[in-house]
């Protein structure tokens, strides 16, 4: 339905390696879910078998801290992160939760709490819901730092968390997405715990390449809420990429760009009018009507079960550049500009391999 | 010859441990405390000289001892350990100004060390995840003991642009923390019921006592120009400190945090002012590569481990209770 406007004038140069990879993902989905996948989280599986020692290896939480730079430390964490999830029961993880046993790191993230509690919350909107597919994966990095650039859509936020189980559960290092929200995030209360919780903090430059120098994938949604809460009728229309300050940061690292396109979370909330007066009262940047919001309160909240698909793109690597090209507006305009084009062209590509919004 | 140096705020428990630590150091022939009132107990190989740093006194004091070092911990953290906000500030503020213009009148002096503290950053949801010590703060403290001590910072920073012969280091600390210290946290962290702000789980970083006067004393025997970050390593969640302690929790809504925690508190020792529920709320972490690379001080006790050695002290003095 809401594809027809959309006309593709990119050539198909690109090989259809997307097309490709979309095989593997859906052959994955029809097997089932990979790994073992509790019914409910607070019911411990019978099995739970004391006999495994919980070998925890006590990772470092101040990596950044460490004059040593890069590289695959931030991969080790990933590794240590799973262990438990083969060896331990969940009476005994909820043991050790109670009694405060566990490391966060620096920025909140409680990888523990995101692997066994978060994610496992979201993936039934991610495999059953939206019946996401991701494309792509093979352009991120598997133990550096990389930063994914993506278009945002949807009035809530759900591409980003989209995005962060892909990495997760489809990546073959299991990936996590730290990603950069503004700071009404974090003065929201719950919302801003459980953003620190899972990996996410503030969009500014020290934190980005904090995160970046330290090995870790980071993710950016340069469109913020312009692009969240756009009406329907400007779908998969890329807003203004803010002040490409993630750009700056990438070329101070070094760290690739990865342009990513979202396809499906326009269509989950069709914001049909924007309620200026209200969002004013309550300090939101928008506050979104939608054929279901608020007329049928809290039902209103579900989102339609659209077609999602997830396309990480071709790197664009930013380490060949001169010194202090960070800091050179238009190095940075121009790189900006390159990964928008991508990301744009990506969504076009995206939706004509769509079979529909909700097929 | 050995050094002299002069501590301020000795009669207080982290101001005499210091002076105690200073005075065994062989490198250091003389230590002078100073303090408005007497310490508890006599301090070892200290000569106390009871005196108030808001009067000139103390300048004639230092002139005569030709004093080349002087450690400032004399900054007070909460209005109950001075009787009162006016009196704190004016200890805090005029205190440190009377303190300086000694320092500086005193030509034998070389080095000042000042403790001051991590809440100079402020704490809010603009903050960057860690601070380093170039960072300005984005939501400046506005009360207490924080404004105090960004003002005191400011006479430092004044001082040492008069006195650039002087080498001038300012220690930002995280909390202390540890099996001894007292301090508005170890009061909050020992209310029977804890409040915390619904919705929010603020990162915090501590610092072991013992870790906290080693650092004062690196930078008194090497002193270093410049303003140092000390922190233990890593960040606890507040949610995880409270489960390490042990501790039953209400969770209020911010609007109402400040009153329930007065009511929660009765000796009024844990600090529910705005600025600390600030802190509550949002949390903050420091970076400390400057403390490890150019203090080449690095803590013995993680902000985990240092946390612990509170809780288990804090357990065994129940039992001695029971």
Redesign the interface.
Known sequence: MPDADVIPFASPGDPDRAGGAVGPSKAARLVGNTGPQPASPTVPPASASPAVPAVRARR???A??V?VPVASEPHEVITDAEIPLDGEGWLEFARR????????????F?PELTDRVLLTLVRPLYRSWFRVETTGLENVPSASGALVVANHSGVIALDSVMAQVALHDEHPAHRHLRMLGA??V????????VA??AGH??A?H??AE?LLAAGEIVGVWPEGFKGVGKPFGQRYKLQRFGRGGFVSAALRTGAPIIPTAIVGAEEIYPMIGNAKTIARIFGLPYFPITPTFPWFGPLGLIPLPSKWMIHFGEPIRTDHFPEGAADDPMVVFNLTDQVREQIQQSLYRLLVKRPSAFG | MGRTVLVTGVSRYLGGRKAALLAADPQISTVIGVDVVAPESPIVGTEFVRADIRNPVIAKVMGEASVDTVVHMGVIATPKQAGGRSTMKEINVIGTMQLLAACQRTPSVRSLVVKSTAAVYGS???????F?ED?EPRHSPSSGWPKDSVEVETYVRGFARRRPDVSVTTLRFANFIGPRVQTALTAYFSLPLVPT?????P?MQFIHEDDGLEAIRAAVLSPRQGTFNIAG?????L??????A?RQTVAVP?LLFGTVGRTLSPTGLADFSPEAVRYLT??R?L???AM??TLGFDPAWTT?DAFLSFVQRHDAAEVDVA
């Open positions: 470092s939480t101040d950044p801290d004059p939760r109670i009694s405060g046993d566990y490391s966060v790191d620096d920025f909140g409680d700071n009404l974090f003065q929201t209360p719950f919302m801003g715990e620190r919780k903090t503030l500014c020290p934190d904090r | 809010g949801p603009k903050d960057p995840a860690k380093t960072m702000v619904l919705g929010f789980d990162r390593r890593g960040v606890v969640m949610s995880q400190a409270i489960r390490r042990q911010s949002y949390g972490a970076d400390t590569r490890h690379r985990e």
